[in-house]
């Protein structure tokens, strides 16, 4: 089957990502989920780390697959999405598909970016979620320094122009009740991204914790489906296409 690279978003862990890497190795894939730079760790480890660091983090764990798989799905959630975009454009010739999940072009006012991710989270996990999780979540983001929030939005900044240049498949997956990331962000991504062969799948109930929240298994169904059509490249045309579940 296939290799899989899932990068999970701004002040979060591999566990955002979590029910999608468990699909996906259920399916017989070989699934990588590494942490970002600065990520996981204290706040003074944040506080040394740029929007640079983060790509450069993940550029190392996809150059390791690369020279042994040759091809790669990679996959992002929220800020991982715009990690993901910008090495598909970089390493076009080996990215057999890339998937943006809750991928933020446009978000809410800065200022209350942190209390919203709060609430997203709490919200989004209240249905099985796991309290110890819930806490984690709550105090990463009470512990992420503003320096931080800079450098997201200078990744946004410089990954939107770049949205353009995105010629390998793309699935792009948006909760309609996001509360941290604007639905048109989806919209935009696959408007503008200059392949042929590309979907947009807006779900109607999902809020920003897509891979967790009430349409879980709906995306992830879509998520393997798309990659397993890449994959197996038997009985899936090349489309543009929007869908809302």
């Known amino acids: 089957m296939g290799v899989c690279l899932l990068i999970h978003g701004f002040t979060g862990s591999p566990y955002e990502v979590e029910p999608l890497a468990d699909a996906l190795r259920a399916q017989g894939h070989l699934v ?17 780390v ?10 190392k764990v996809l150059l390791e697959l690369i020279a042994e798989h040759q091809r790669v799905h990679i996959v992002g959630f929220s800020m991982g999405g715009l990690i993901a975009a910008y090495l598909a454009i970089q390493y076009r010739d080996h990215i057999q598909s890339l998937t943006m999940m809750s991928s933020p072009i446009y978000t809410i006012n800065p200022k209350q970016l942190f209390r919203t991710i709060a609430e997203a989270i709490q ?26 929030v ?25 909760g309609e009740k996001d509360d941290l990331v604007e639905a048109r962000s989806a919209a935009y991504i696959h408007d503008q991204a200059r392949c042929s062969d590309k979907q947009l799948h807006f779900f109607s109930e999902s809020r920003h914790m897509i891979c967790h929240d009430c349409q879980a298994d709906v995306v992830l169904s879509v998520v393997t489906e798309f990659i397993a059509g890449k994959e197996s490249g038997d009985g899936y045309e090349q489309r ?4 809302t579940s």
Request: proline share 5%; glycine share 8%; no cysteine.
């Open 32 to 48: 990588v989920t590494p942490t970002l730079a600065g990520h996981g760790g204290s706040r003074d480890q944040m506080m040394g």
């Open 50 to 59: 740029s929007w640079r660091d983060w790509i450069v983090s993940v550029e």
């Open 123 to 148: 919200v989004s996990m209240r249905s099985g979620g796991r309290q110890e999780d819930v806490a984690r979540y709550l105090a990463k983001v009470k512990g992420t320094p503003v320096r931080s």
């Open 150 to 174: 800079r450098h997201f939005r200078r990744l946004v900044q410089t990954v939107k122009p770049l949205i353009e240049q995105i010629e390998v498949p793309l699935l792009v997956v948006q």
């Open 240 to 243: 543009d296409e929007s869908i």
